[in-house]
Nanobody, 114 residues
Framework: QVQFVESGGGLVQAGGSLRLSCAAYGTIISNYAMAWYRQAPGKERELVGQ???????YYEDFVKGRFSTSRDSVKNTMSLQMNDLKPEDTAVYYC????????WGNGTLVTVSS
């Protein structure tokens, strides 16, 4: 059974940084395109960025230049470095396959205060 466990969220002031981690179980993430998503209160889940099998990355415009994702194939984990955080980045963040669907993890809550 595939399971993703996100961690690293918390409360941070605007302009601050956080690093999220995602541990994967039951799958080898380097074999797949992986992505970070987020869901803000009252809004639908949205794509934040992705990393492909060959390590190429893509980010949505609203985080481009501030967020970056990486993957550790040995540990079977991925990370999301978030810099210059804004209040509108407040959301629950999830890691998941980019093009396949399994049960979503619990996510990790990021709260950015102004």
């Amino acid at each position: 059974q595939v399971q993703f466990v996100e961690s690293g969220g918390g409360l941070v002031q605007a302009g601050g940084s956080l690093r999220l981690s995602c541990a994967a179980y039951g799958t080898i993430i380097s074999n797949y395109a992986m992505a970070w998503y987020r869901q803000a209160p009252g809004k639908e889940r949205e794509l934040v960025g992705q990393i492909t099998r060959d390590g190429s990355t893509y980010y949505e415009d609203f985080v481009k230049g501030r967020f970056s994702t990486s993957r550790d194939s040995v540990k079977n984990t991925m990370s999301l470095q978030m810099n210059d955080l804004k209040p509108e980045d407040t959301a629950v963040y999830y890691c998941h396959f980019r093009w396949a669907t399994v049960e979503w993890g619990n996510g990790t809550l990021v709260t950015v205060s102004s």
